[in-house]
Nanobody, 127 residues
Framework: QQHLSESGGGLVQPGGSLRLSCVASGSSLDYYAIGWFRQAPGKEREGVACISSHDGTISYADSVKGRSTISREKSENTVYLQMNSLKPEDTAVYYC????????????????????WGQGTQVTVSS
């Protein structure tokens, strides 16, 4: 059983930066695609970014493209989401999720194909 734990969220002013971490335990992330998702109050869950399991293909949602970077650190069994130039509309609970042997040819949509989920970390962008 894979356990995912997110951290790094918090309160930040518009224009600021945060780095979210997703640490996996129970199994290696090597064969998993990892996706980052977010859900704001009253809104549908939104796929933010993903990285594939096999070739490192990365994809971003248009809403964060150019402001965010997803990366995988295999030695730490961790995936990061660096977010810069944060906007109030980035406020949400951010989740990481994994899909065994998953691909990432497009930004993750609903995330229904992802098998394991973390508990989420709150990101609030406000002055």
């Amino acid at each position: 059983q894979q356990h995912l734990s997110e951290s790094g969220g918090g309160l930040v002013q518009p224009g600021g930066s945060l780095r979210l971490s997703c640490v996996a335990s129970g199994s290696s992330l090597d064969y998993y695609a990892i996706g980052w998702f977010r859900q704001a109050p009253g809104k549908e869950r939104e796929g933010v970014a993903c990285i594939s399991s096999h070739d490192g293909t990365i994809s971003y949602a248009d809403s964060v493209k150019g402001r965010s970077t997803i990366s995988r650190e295999k030695s730490e069994n961790t995936v990061y989401l660096q977010m810069n130039s944060l906007k109030p509309e980035d406020t949400a609970v951010y989740y990481c999720a994994t899909e065994l042997f998953g691909s990432c040819s497009a930004p993750p949509a609903s995330g229904n194909e992802y098998n394991f989920w973390g508990q989420g970390t709150q990101v609030t962008v406000s002055s």
